[in-house]
């Protein structure tokens, strides 16, 4: 059956509105062809559920340019009809709705235009319905490059700091000759980064990274941040290895002066102390300051692994040594600290005892005499003082007893 003509007025209508629709097409399509994720698939990087679920995306678009040529060519050739004349006849509306509605466009089992010969014709469509076709398949394929380029947008965003650490590790490592320390976060990073980025809707779906690859991320990052520490260090260390230095002798000088002031309040306790029980006088003050020159020889060599590890290990054993020092010196005075502290409980019980107008007390008296002379005897026998002050405090508390049990 013929295709029914035409009014005039109508095929400038039609003509303009698909006109004014073909040229949004234009725009999408270029857009869609020149999108980044489009020209990613069609490079080949896709692996696992992007490349099962986009596999056929370049070829659909490819089909959809076909289409979109197709289209063009029927439109210039309505376009052209409706040109012939300002007004035109009734063959040219005749032909204009032709164009316009037929099905002229023959299509394949692919999709792809068809001439009838080398591949069998499967369908076929006027141009009032190729053009929303195309526009809908052209919306879905954008759809479909907008998520995969979501995905990648956002696992690139989550990558990036970590890539840029890992370089910024690795160059410094290598200055400091310690490329096995970046060795392994280099492959770290390709182990997460390769396949999220080759498998972008599977590692960031809906545009979110997984908990898996942050996760992952996270930790190497914690890793790379230990490794700058380190390497931080290094760098400390070279540039202010002369003011680090100046540090460590100044603290040797300290030590030397407490382990002096130790060596002095050993001494005070052992003239004033039986049997102390003190153990040796700290003296290592010397036999670290001889460690100065292999730091230093360390340092001209640029051995700076070797150096930091020395560096630290000695900074360890001069802040312990001090330790040491200040806690025997304490131990040594806390020793005539407990023989005053005895002498002024003793002296506090006596006046106790005056009160009590105990005095004389033979018992009493007996105890006094025997703790005095223990705490003003040098050397002093502390243990016995010790003992024999409690003595004396237990028969003042014997008397108060008795004092009270018989008013």
């Known amino acids: 059956m013929a295709t029914a003509p035409l009014r005039r007025e109508e095929a400038d209508q039609r003509l303009t509105a698909i006109g004014e629709e073909y040229d949004r097409l234009a725009a999408s399509m270029y857009a869609l062809d020149s999108d980044p994720a489009l020209r990613w698939l069609r490079a080949g990087g896709a692996t696992g559920a992007t490349a099962e679920r986009l596999a056929d995306l370049p070829q659909r678009v490819s089909v959809l340019w076909a289409h979109f040529s197709v289209a063009g060519d029927l439109l210039d050739a309505a376009r052209a009809v409706r040109a012939r004349r300002g007004r035109p006849s009734d063959d040219d509306l005749a032909e204009l709705a032709a164009l316009l509605r037929e099905p ?16 069998p014709v499967a369908r076929r469509l006027c141009l009032v319905d190729l053009i929303p076709m195309v526009v809908v398949d052209a919306a879905a394929a954008g759809k479909q490059l907008a998520a995969v380029q ?28 310690l490329t096995d320390l970046a060795r392994p976060l280099i492959g770290e990073l390709d182990a997460v980064r390769g396949p999220a980025l080759a498998d972008p809707l599977t590692a960031a779906p809906d545009g979110t990274p997984t908990a898996a690859v942050t996760g992952r991320l996270g930790r190497l990052d914690e890793s790379v941040a230990a490794a700058r520490r380190r390497l931080s260090g290094l760098v400390a260390l070279r540039d ?6 100046s540090g460590w002798t100044a603290s040797l000088t300290a030590l030397a002066e407490a382990e002096q002031a130790a060596g002095a309040a050993y001494r005070a306790a052992a003239a004033k102390i039986a049997d102390p029980g003190l153990p040796p006088v700290p003296a290592a003050a010397e036999q670290l300051r001889s460690r100065l020159a292999n730091l230093d020889e360390l340092h001209r060599g640029a051995a700076w692994p070797a150096l930091a590890d020395a560096v630290a290990s000695t900074e360890r054993e001069i802040a312990a040594a001090a330790d040491r020092a200040r806690e025997l010196r304490s131990a040594a ?45 040098a050397p002093c026998d502390l243990p016995a003082a010790t003992r024999a002050v409690y003595g004396y405090q237990q028969a003042l508390s014997e008397l108060v007893r008795q004092r009270e049990g018989s008013a």
Do not use: I, Q
Request: charged share 30%; no cysteine.
């Open 240 to 245: 202010d290895y002369a003011g680090r230095r």
């Open 333 to 377: 005075d806390g020793l005539l600290a407990r023989r005053e502290e005895l002498r002024g409980r003793l002296a506090a019980y006596r006046a106790k005892a005056a009160a009590l107008g105990r005095l004389e007390d033979t018992d009493v008296a007996r105890r006094y005499s025997a703790a005095e002379r223990l705490l003003y005897t």
């Open 104 to 119: 002229m466009v023959a299509l394949d089992a692919a999709g792809l235009p068809a001439d009838g010969t080398g591949n």
């Open 150 to 177: 979501g995905a990648l947008t956002a696992l690139t965003d989550l990558v990036s700091p970590t890539a840029d650490a890992v370089d910024e590790v690795t160059t410094l490592a290598a200055e400091f000759g």
